[in-house]
């Protein structure tokens, strides 16, 4: 195959959701065992704690869950085998972007939950299109995503044994035999631009040059200064398949500005937790009566589309008082 120009490869696939809604749902049946899903434990753990922490859950919203593996199924795991349950299951609302995942969730992965007589709603699509459509009450919201140092170090006595960089090269034949690496900024809203400082590897290039990309990357990320830097974005395509893979890490203050921009203290609280992986931000209404949870976690804000992250994070808002 004669290769292609070199602008066409250094040009960004369109981003939509109909190119993200292509790659995901041809990841429905391998994404259980894949180790990009399993690497991430202690973010789970803590996210049980929190669930744990709300007095008789009657609710759990997953956003973003894939194929359910992670949450809801851990945490209604976690729930039932706890002495004081009380034996009533939650009520569950389950989304995902990708028609197909959602399926293998309804008929594998949460199919034994709904034959015990759990309540399970599934919701395909877009997170903001799908939030409209579930009732407004008191929950704790869970977010959880992906850390930008954390992209360029292993934590392997924490359970992180790759830096994403080279977790990524591990699993090119999943995300893509091309990768494009781009610096994004937060405009004055919060939103996610991009800063025009790109990188590009192929699988065709030498291990030579891949490790060198990563220490550009990961000194100009260290380098930035403060305000300058808010996340790296990923996209990762397959020029003979259809659809890419989009993701985006995140600096610890540009992420907390974005919240900020969400969740105003004086009606929500916020705490925060780190990880080898990253960081979580659990949030809350200040108005009592927590009855349930909504799990918006594994960077799926990440894998929101930059330009929408902020309205994406200002619909679920809407439905958790």
């Known amino acids: 195959m004669k290769r292609r120009a070199r602008e066409w490869i250094w040009q960004k696939p369109i981003l939509n959701v109909a190119g993200q809604t292509a790659f995901w749902n041809a990841q429905a049946e391998g994404y259980a065992g894949a180790d990009m899903t399993n690497d991430n434990q202690p973010e789970m753990e803590a996210v049980i704690g929190l669930c744990r922490k709300v007095n008789n859950c009657a609710d759990i919203v997953t956003l ?23 034996g009533v299951w939650p009520r569950v609302t389950f989304n995902d972007l990708s028609p197909r995942q ?14 015990q007589g759990m309540q399970i709603e599934y919701l395909p699509g877009q997170i903001s299109k799908v939030c409209g459509r579930i ?3 008191p929950r704790r919201l869970i977010v959880g995503v992906y850390g930008c140092r954390s992209f360029f170090q292993a934590n392997e006595a924490a359970g992180y044994k790759l830096s994403g960089y080279d977790e990524y ?4 034949q999943i995300l893509g035999s091309e990768f494009i690496f781009e610096i994004m900024r937060l405009d004055s809203q919060a939103r996610l631009l991009p800063s025009g400082i790109r990188a590009q590897i192929s699988q065709h290039d030498s291990a ?9 990357l990961s000194l100009l990320c260290e380098s930035s200064e403060p ?8 996209i990762g395509r ?7 893979f989009l993701s985006h890490w995140y600096t610890r203050a540009a992420f907390r500005q974005m919240i900020a921009q969400v969740f105003d203290p004086c009606h929500f609280t916020v705490t925060e937790k780190y990880f080898p992986k990253g960081m979580a931000f659990a949030i809350e209404p200040v108005c009592k009566g927590i009855q349930g949870v909504v799990t918006v976690l594994n960077n ?3 894998n929101v589309l930059p330009k929408q992250q902020i309205s994406t994070l200002q619909s679920i808002k809407e439905m958790m008082c």
């Open 238 to 244: 397959h020029p003979e398949r259809p659809g890419f």
């Open 135 to 137: 009732s407004k009450q």
């Open 64 to 86: 973003g869950g894939a194929v359910g593996c992670r949450d809801p199924k851990m945490i209604l795991d976690a729930i039932s085998a706890q002495d004081d349950w009380n």
């Open 227 to 234: 305000g300058t830097m808010a996340a790296l974005q990923i």
């Open 300 to 302: 799926v804000v990440g």
């Open 102 to 115: 959602v399926n293998y969730a309804r008929e594998i992965v949460l199919r034994p939950y709904a034959e």
């Open 169 to 172: 090269l591990k699993n090119q």
């Open 208 to 216: 030579a040059k891949k490790h060198s990309v990563k220490e550009s």
